[in-house]
């Protein structure tokens, strides 16, 4: 089983055959230049179908027209069937090629789906404007008194780059060439991408039902605020388009738009029940250096015909399960995916998302990313999801070309106390609850997930206060947290961002002094007047119960059963409503360890 394990009961490497195949079913009217298929190619998809029609005895009903004999056909009726097309056929590529000349003659000046009217671009940077036109068709854009013109080249792309622009419009983009394109509303604020799985996919419509605060919120019109998704169009906040947008990022745009008066732009991309090993390229992942040593070492110790005995195994257990669920009257539980060596995906290929989700708004100009993944793990057999997420937040920054921040959602959700646990923002936090008899001893999973933020310029929103369940309810309340890190983190906000995270540790006689950063106003212990959470050990590694004190920005922590400690665990567990260290700006301490123990 893969590191980084799903915590929805089910293998990381056998969740997204479904989602792989809503991805193949998506019509592909966009071009590798991100540019509607027009003309020919719209006849092209035409004359796919109506060879696939043609050839439906062979193919048995396959859409790809090169599709084999169906199985037990007899061999002669093959070049029959071929035969009484190809008249067709004939006379449809002859229109193909008349019309390809016509339309390559008459090339007018297009645009990509994501500059269109009501499209917001970002502020403060250069932006990108690009399309398609005859080669050495000279193309001039005009936008807020500025003007930039560009030479279509030979393979008929052409790209001017506008001087960085200030917040405001709206305002009128016209691009002319051998045509005038207009694009009106154009407003200037920030964009940001949504991505990730469900918990980002999941739409406003069914969330409202249990989070009264989004279901409010979605009543109203935002002027200032426009979606977009991939090959759609920019459209405005209103309460329909409000209703199926992303309910956290829905959230989360609601709330940075108010905080900064200025237009925000919302970009979504993400797929339910989806690995990292499918949001990005296997260029960027072969080409990152810690990925690539995991894996390596994954391989020293991998051996085949174990992990096929394990896989037989678990595979008779699971159509055991399955038959009776399915006689209970259940539904068929997903099925389990091979075992692949390290370095390998399963259930789907690298970046096969990332192609259709990503790749085609990697020319925009965007302020930044929230993203929110990680219960369905990486599927890359030997790559954890710390390491997976670093390889994908280098690789989408070289796409763009620039090092932009980079947010993405703590996983596991919730399971921890609120500061405040009548806050709209927090209301559906774990109960405060007393220690537990005996230390757990699971909290690699959470470790896992909070060292993504060691990656340069990335930061975490923490959520072990928000709600738990695979897919929390409160979406309204991890929106509002987002845009608190975003202020914070991204726009220089006076506000802190994080709750206290673990700096360094020093051993004081019988005891260990822990010291934290982002201890903000000051570390304090929530719903209970002493800190709980703490564990210690000596030499042994046999962890108990430690008193904790707090002193300053560092915590004191020691066990009269322990005379000479070694080491401090932090809540570490998947579920730690126990855990009450938080700093003063009501933000909890995330799970921190000092050893290194296994």
């Known amino acids: 089983?893969?590191?980084?394990?799903?915590?929805?009961?089910?293998?990381?490497?056998?969740?997204?055959?479904?989602?792989?195949?809503?991805?193949?079913?998506?019509?592909?009217?966009?071009?590798?230049?991100?540019?509607?298929?027009?003309?020919?190619?719209?006849?092209?998809?035409?004359?796919?179908?109506?060879?696939?029609?043609?050839?439906?005895?062979?193919?048995?009903?396959?859409?790809?027209?090169?599709?084999?004999?169906?199985?037990?056909?007899?061999?002669?009726?093959?070049?029959?069937?071929?035969?009484?097309?190809?008249?067709?056929?004939?006379?449809?590529?002859?229109?193909?090629?008349?019309?390809?000349?016509?339309?390559?003659?008459?090339?007018?000046?297009?645009?990509?789906?994501?500059?269109?009217?009501?499209?917001?671009?970002?502020?403060?940077?250069?932006?990108?404007?690009?399309?398609?036109?005859?080669?050495?068709?000279?193309?001039?854009?005009?936008?807020?008194?500025?003007?930039?013109?560009?030479?279509?080249?030979?393979?008929?792309?052409?790209?001017?780059?506008?001087?960085?622009?200030?917040?405001?419009?709206?305002?009128?983009?016209?691009?002319?060439?051998?045509?005038?394109?207009?694009?009106?509303?154009?407003?200037?604020?920030?964009?940001?991408?949504?991505?990730?799985?469900?918990?980002?996919?999941?739409?406003?419509?069914?969330?409202?039902?249990?989070?009264?605060?989004?279901?409010?919120?979605?009543?109203?019109?935002?002027?200032?605020?426009?979606?977009l998704r991939a090959g759609g169009k920019?459209?405005?906040?209103?309460?329909?388009?409000?209703?199926?947008?992303?309910?956290?990022?829905?959230?989360?745009?609601?709330?940075?738009?108010?905080?900064?008066?200025?237009?925000?732009?919302?970009?979504?991309?993400?797929?339910?029940?989806t690995p990292s090993g499918y949001w990005l390229t296997e260029e960027m992942f072969r080409a990152d250096a810690a990925c690539q040593e995991q894996v390596k070492q994954a391989a020293a110790t991998y051996k085949p015909e174990e992990e096929e005995k394990k896989y037989e195994a678990a595979l008779a257990k699971w159509k055991i399960a399955d038959e009776a669920a399915q006689k209970a009257g259940k539904p068929a539980s997903r099925p389990l995916a091979k075992p692949m060596p390290p370095g390998s995906v399963t259930g789907g290929k690298f970046g096969f998302l990332y192609e259709t989700y990503v790749h085609p708004f990697t020319n925009y100009g965007i302020r930044s990313v929230l993203w929110d993944q990680g219960e369905s793990g990486t599927a890359i057999t030997g790559a954890d999801q710390s390491n997976v997420m670093g390889a994908l937040i280098r690789g989408w920054r070289k796409e763009w070309g620039h090092d932009f921040p980079f947010l993405y959602v703590q996983k596991p959700s919730g399971m921890g106390c609120a500061w405040d646990a009548k806050d709209p923002v927090t209301k559906e936090a774990s109960k405060f609850e007393k220690l537990p008899a005996q230390v757990p001893a699971n909290g690699a999973y959470r470790e896992l997930h909070i060292k993504i933020q060691q990656h340069p310029n990335t930061a975490m929103v923490p959520s072990t206060d928000l709600g738990m369940n695979t897919h929390p309810t409160n979406k309204s309340g991890y929106g509002e947290r987002a845009a608190r890190v975003a202020l914070g983190f991204v726009y220089g906000r006076p506000v802190e961002t994080s709750g206290p995270l673990y700096a360094s540790h020093s051993v004081e006689g019988g005891k260990i002094r822990i010291k934290f950063t982002h201890a903000g106003k000051g570390l304090a212990a929530a719903q209970n007047d002493k800190l709980q959470g703490f564990a210690i050990a000596g030499a042994d590694k046999k962890f108990v119960w430690a008193d904790a004190v707090i002193d300053g920005d560092s915590v004191l922590v020691s066990s009269a059963t322990i005379p000479q400690p070694a080491a401090v665990r932090y809540a570490w567990s998947m579920s730690i409503p126990w855990a009450n260290l938080f700093n003063k700006d009501g933000l909890p301490a995330q799970a921190f360890r000092t050893d290194e123990w296994k």
Not at 73 to 89: N, T, V
Not at 245 to 259: H, N, P, T, Y
């Open 234 to 273: 920019w459209t405005e906040a209103t309460p329909a388009a409000n209703d199926g947008f992303s309910a956290i990022l829905f959230s989360f745009g609601v709330a940075l738009q108010r905080e900064l008066g200025v237009p925000v732009g919302l970009y979504i991309g993400a797929v339910g029940g």
């Open 1 to 227: 089983m893969n590191p980084n394990a799903a915590i929805e009961g089910r293998r990381p490497d056998s969740i997204s055959a479904w989602a792989k195949a809503r991805h193949e079913r998506r019509p592909r009217f966009e071009t590798k230049d991100n540019m509607r298929a027009e003309g020919p190619i719209h006849l092209l998809l035409g004359l796919r179908t109506i060879w696939c029609r043609a050839f439906s005895p062979l193919s048995a009903g396959k859409s790809l027209p090169w599709a084999l004999p169906k199985a037990g056909m007899e061999p002669g009726r093959w070049p029959a069937i071929a035969a009484s097309s190809m008249k067709q056929l004939t006379q449809l590529l002859s229109i193909l090629a008349v019309c390809s000349c016509v339309h390559l003659a008459s090339a007018d000046v297009k645009l990509p789906f994501a500059i269109c009217d009501h499209m917001v671009l970002q502020s403060d940077l250069a932006a990108p404007i690009w399309g398609n036109a005859s080669p050495g068709e000279e193309v001039t854009v005009e936008l807020a008194g500025q003007k930039k013109s560009a030479k279509a080249s030979d393979d008929s792309r052409w790209r001017v780059t506008l001087d960085a622009l200030k917040s405001g419009g709206p305002h009128v983009l016209t691009v002319k060439g051998k045509n005038t394109l207009t694009v009106n509303d154009v407003l200037i604020g920030e964009v940001w991408v949504g991505s990730g799985q469900s918990n980002m996919a999941g739409i406003v419509r069914g969330y409202a039902v249990n989070d009264p605060v989004l279901a409010e919120m979605a009543k109203q019109t935002y002027p200032k605020i426009r979606f």
